[in-house]
């Protein structure tokens, strides 16, 4: 059965571990000198590494054969951890295991020494699902476990935590990934695949990524499966995206106070099978860029287009002033915002539009 490419592609290493170098260097100290705590508080925005870095400590904890003090990650005891087989490494997702009767069960296993491996290791997914009363019944456990047990809670909204959870863990925060760095996991794994892909390409993924490793993954899964080959146009066409024509048309449009020409615009594109939401980020994007462009000296070196694309955003840019483009970014995102509660999300993006060019025509 065919494996999607973030799970093909997850790290076995410290080493391989992608953009979290910080997290790393304390987690490798910590193991090297015996001193790893009983209590992690892993928090970061998703496809960051929190699971993954959860399943990398429970191998260093566990490995029957480290280098230096790190995981192998070819052992039995890594491999069955990679697996999800090993028994004594626990995965629960706090969104379906948040009652108090689950809390309890986990205490009574805790108090139960290893089967297989030297610790135990419960990974709590999605922490801040916890519900007052689950958390509550938590605590004293994740204070005081016994010697052979390590938490580790992971979540995108620490703040939804009790302090007296926070207070009783160390917090590690995982930052977005580099463009950069995406972008050259994705070159990596494309030679591996045997995928001609353009730099274009990929740096248009490793954009679209948003600093989610797992995204980016998703979004290059859907390009190359099948292909040999990958362009800059086929990532547009694949997922949707809107070319700089495009965007460059429907600015000129409103820019003009022509509200009909570019709701003709709009509409022409989404004929073409663009989705409305990838629309507007394609758009907002462009704006952006309109404005780096005015700033920078070298604005190659920051935006993801060819020369030539940039000299013709060097070009709109020079129409509009710093006012049309705060103007255009603060509607858009309205707009945005608007769409995403919208059963008609086009509504909101067309009265956007509408109120650019009515503006300019004012």
């Not at 987690?27 to 892993?42: D, M, R, S």
Request: with cysteine; net charge negative.
């Amino acid at each position: 059965m065919y494996q999607a490419l973030y799970r093909s592609f997850r790290p076995e290493v410290f080493d391989s571990l992608i953009g979290q170098e910080h997290i790393v260097k304390i987690l490798e100290n910590q193991i090297k000198t015996g001193t790893t705590g009983h209590a992690y508080l892993f928090c970061g925005t998703r496809g960051t590494g929190k699971t993954t870095t959860a399943r990398l400590l429970a191998k260093a904890l566990n490995c029957t054969d480290p280098k230096d003090g790190m995981p192998c990650g070819e052992c039995e005891a890594c491999k069955a951890i990679a697996a999800g087989n090993f028994i004594d490494v626990m995965e629960l997702d706090a969104a379906s295991n948040n009652s108090v009767e689950d809390i309890r069960d986990l205490r009574e296993g805790v108090n139960y020494p290893p089967a297989m491996g030297k610790t135990k290791v419960y990974i709590l997914d999605e922490a801040h699902m916890l519900t007052g009363s689950a958390a509550n019944a938590l605590l004293k456990t994740l204070e005081e476990p016994p010697e052979h047990v390590v938490f580790i809670l992971a979540t995108t909204e620490p703040e939804k935590l009790p302090a007296t959870i926070l207070s009783r863990c160390m917090r590690l925060d995982f930052r977005r990934v580099s463009e950069d760095k995406i972008f050259s996991h994705f070159k990596s794994i494309c030679a591996s695949l045997g995928v001609a892909a353009d730099d274009d390409a990929l740096r248009l993924l490793a954009s679209n990524a948003d600093g989610s490793v797992r995204d980016g993954l998703s979004l290059l899964d859907r390009c190359v499966s099948g292909a040999k080959t990958l362009s800059r146009d086929d990532v547009l066409f694949l997922l949707g995206m809107t070319g700089t024509q495009g965007c460059l048309d429907i600015t000129d449009a409103v820019t003009e106070g022509d509200a009909g020409k570019a709701l003709v615009i709009l509409n022409s594109l989404l004929n073409d099978g663009k989705e409305i939401n990838q629309f507007t980020r394609d758009w907002l994007d462009h704006l952006r860029n309109l404005l780096l462009v005015r700033y920078l000296e070298k604005p190659e070196d920051v935006i993801n287009l060819s020369i030539e694309n940039i000299e013709r955003l060097k070009a709109q840019a020079e129409k509009l002033s710093l006012r049309d483009l705060d103007k255009y970014i603060k509607l858009l995102s309205e707009a945005m915002q608007n769409a995403r509660w919208s059963p008609r999300p086009r509504v909101p993006v067309e009265l956007a539009i509408v109120e650019m060019a009515r503006r300019n025509n004012g």
